[in-house]
């Protein structure tokens, strides 16, 4: 059964950083695509980053572009999202979730195929 774990929300103020973990676990696919996937409240899911297994393949949003990094450790099976110089449009819950057929790219929160229970960022004083 996959699960998707996510930590490291919290309230920052404008300018802060956070760090988002995602810790994936029990797919069996040796291709996948780990994202996250943000809602702000009131609006619409935004694809904010994603990444490949396949290698390392990496995905921003025009919004989070030189500012947020998407990276993984193998070895602790972990997907991270570092979130710099927030924005209080960043605010929302973010999802962390694994596709095993869309690409590393524009669109790819449009076939995810697990999803993790979210946690809150926001760059909100």
């Known amino acids: 059964q996959v699960q998707l774990v996510e930590s490291g929300g919290g309230l920052v103020q404008p300018g802060g950083s956070l760090r988002l973990s995602c810790e994936v676990s029990?797919?069996?696919?040796?291709?996948?695509?780990i994202g996250w996937i943000r809602q702000a409240p009131g609006k619409g899911r935004e694809g904010v980053s994603c990444?490949?297994?396949?290698?390392?393949?990496?995905y921003y949003a025009d919004s989070v572009k030189g500012r947020f990094t998407i990276y993984r450790d193998s070895v602790k099976n972990t997907v991270y999202m570092e979130m710099n110089h927030l924005k209080p449009e960043d605010t929302g819950s973010y999802y962390c979730?694994?596709?095993?057929?869309?690409?590393?790219?524009?669109?790819?929160?449009?076939?995810?195929?697990?999803w993790g229970k979210g946690t809150l960022g926001t760059g909100s004083s």
């Open positions: 029990g797919i069996s696919s040796a291709y996948y695509v």
């Open positions: 979730a694994a596709s095993y057929r869309a690409g590393a790219g524009p669109g790819f929160d449009g076939g995810m195929d697990d």
């Open positions: 990444i490949s297994s396949a290698d390392d393949l990496t």
